[in-house]
């Protein structure tokens, strides 16, 4: 969290305005919202959506739009509740409907974010006032098939098998995404809703735009999201007026006599958003800090919208005024998506809290397919998974990434791997099409340390290094807990440090590397040139046992060169543990002994050292699921 004294002010907002054709003038006449056009439909109130980004008008980022601001301040004026989104979480509007808005349905997350490459909606509404006789639509009277909703779009008939509910001023109704409805001519509208400008369009009345043609419908999209059997009446919110994973809202009266101040504080969970529906006064926050030159204490006025920072501390509203307070909630989100993307399979599975897998799938990496096709495949694999096991999006803190290569973690792209030959894959960003929810990727071999660190062989240690002796040879750091990564990008590559000057060529292009010399791939290579035959590791490990004597210099090669690069990683790090994973990892002591003899007799101090312990990993092809999980 940033210093307090940096980020506790309110901020004053002002709205992007909508001229859409059912809209009137009383934001403009009776709220005092600055546009010059006839009609104002709708002010963006707090907004970071791009058709609509709200503008701050106070203190040191006047000017900015919010998310200029969120980006320069940090995302932790947010607060930590909000850390499950992957975009701004919430959008607000003030809406005038002078007609009859356009029957309409909005997508869930996973069907807008496939679709539309943004968040699903779902929204409350207030209704600040209502004309005499005004209703709007919500939801179906009875259960209609899929063919019979079809037929009435086609024939005019829909309004006969909507729900008219009429409203009045104080009204609030909660819309899930896909509950079809339409606000109705005569009403005012305070509108809190998930981040989303997606909306199906099932019936217009005929009306036609700007251009003089009759506007879009979206048919066959409405079909697929619409829940077409009646509502039943949602639970209380009870003490909030609208109570959701999205957002929490609140309502404030302050009366200017017996109720004239209000008295709250914004923790480091939430920002706190406050809407003016009618009044005035002043809202203070932090107190008069003479040392910052944020604003603590600002006037409001009917209309107005105000942004309190994550972390700000007490606040005080006084005055005259009904409003609206909202706040991001934690979520109770107990699961993790875990996916470990390899040269040849990729697995998928579900962590819970206690760094348990739930379940988990393989599938063929297929590498050879563009980057944009294997990240779709993984994104909808996932969400089978997830369907499989009962476990809504809304439960689900992230998805973690391992990846071959290096890796750009900060933004999300894998920079470069010559594993699946990828080259600047804006990983985050494509997978998020398919899951609405944060996202981390890593280095494949770190996440199989940090599984192997938090849940297996090492989870009493602090400083653990792992090597994977696959294909490849992965190196992952733990240290303190946490990956160990530099400062640059791609981490550790352990299996690229050079044990053998121009030896061996590497994958990597250089000569002599770890990996030419320690991975499975190089000892079937060393295998096959001294026996001339095909043989697996086990196989090898087999015949040497037994005392073939051509095998046993392969494989007495292979510990010595191996036990050279764990000799440069303990004179280095001088961790608690060395892991070993992957396949050849489970020879078990005919490795593991002779590499202890190794490391105790060639670290620099020797026994006199503080030796580490060398083991085998035991979360086998689990590790690196468990271990991108723990990237949330």
Known sequence: ??????????????????????????????????????????????????????????????????????????????????RRFRDF?????????????????????????????????????????????????YGFKTEISKEEFARRIQEDTLLEVLNAVPVQKGDVLFIESGTIHAIGAGILIAEIQQNSNVTYRVYDYGRVGKDGKKRDLHIEKALAVTNRVPLIKSKSSYPHVADCDYFTVDKLNLDGRMMRR???????????????????????????????????????????????????????????????????REKAAPVRIGIDIGGTDTKIGLVDVHQKLIDSVCIPTAAERPAQEVIRTI???????????????????????????????????????????????????????????????????????????????????????MLTLGTGVGGGIILDGEIYEGRGIGGSELGHMVIVENGEPCTCGRRGCLEAYASATALKRDARRAAGKELEPGEIFALAAEGDPVM????????????????????????????????????????????????????????????????????????????????L
């Open 262 to 328: 209000m008295e709250g504080y914004v923790s480091e969970e939430s920002f706190v958003s406050i809407l003016i529906l009618d009044g005035e006064g002043t809202v203070s926050c932090g107190g008069q800090d003479k040392a910052s030159d944020n604003d603590t204490q600002v006037s409001y006025k009917k209309g107005d919208s105000l942004f309190l920072p994550a972390g700000s501390g007490a606040y005080v509203i006084e005055g005259s005024c009904d409003a609206l307070i909202t706040t991001i």
């Open 379 to 465: 994104g909808e694999t996932a969400l089978a998974l997830m369907e499989k096991n009962g476990i809504a999006m809304d439960q689900c803190v992230g998805a973690g990434i391992g990846v071959p290569g290096t890796v750009d973690r900060k933004n999300g792209v894998v920079r470069y791997s010559n594993n699946i030959r990828w080259e600047e894959v804006p990983l985050a960003q494509e997978i998020g099409k398919y899951l609405p929810i944060p996202v981390e990727i890593a280095n494949d071999a770190d996440c199989a340390a940090l599984g192997e660190a938090v849940a297996g062989a090492g989870k009493d240690c602090s400083d653990v290094v």
């Open 552 to 631: 046993k210099e392969v494989v007495d090669v292979y510990i010595r060169r191996l036990g050279l690069g764990i000799v440069n990683i303990v004179n280095i790090f001088r961790p608690q543990l060395v892991l070993l994973g992957g396949g050849i990892s489970r020879q078990g002591e005919i490795l593991l002994a002779p590499l202890r003899e190794i490391v105790k007799k060639e670290c620099f101090g020797g026994e006199k050292g503080d030796m580490p312990e060398i083991e085998e990993a035991v979360l086998g092809n689990d590790a690196g699921m468990i271990g991108a999980a723990g990237l």
């Open 89 to 137: 979480p919430i959008l607000i509007k003030f809406i005038d409907a002078k007609q009859n808005l356009s029957i309409q349905v909005h997508p869930d997350n996973r069907y807008a974010l496939k679709n539309e490459g943004q968040y699903g909606k779902t929204e409350m509404w207030y209704v600040m006032d209502a004309e005499k006789d005004a209703f709007l639509y």
């Open 1 to 82: 969290m940033k210093n307090r004294r940096e980020i506790m002010s309110v901020y004053k907002l002002k709205p992007s305005c909508k001229d859409y054709l059912w809209g009137g003038r009383r934001l403009a006449d009776e709220y005092g919202k600055e546009y010059d056009g006839d009609v104002l439909a709708e002010t963006w109130e707090l907004s970071c959506h791009p058709d609509g980004p709200s503008t701050i008008v106070n203190g040191r980022y006047a000017g900015k739009t919010l998310e200029q601001y969120i980006e320069e301040a940090g995302k932790e004026v947010l607060g930590t509740n909000c």
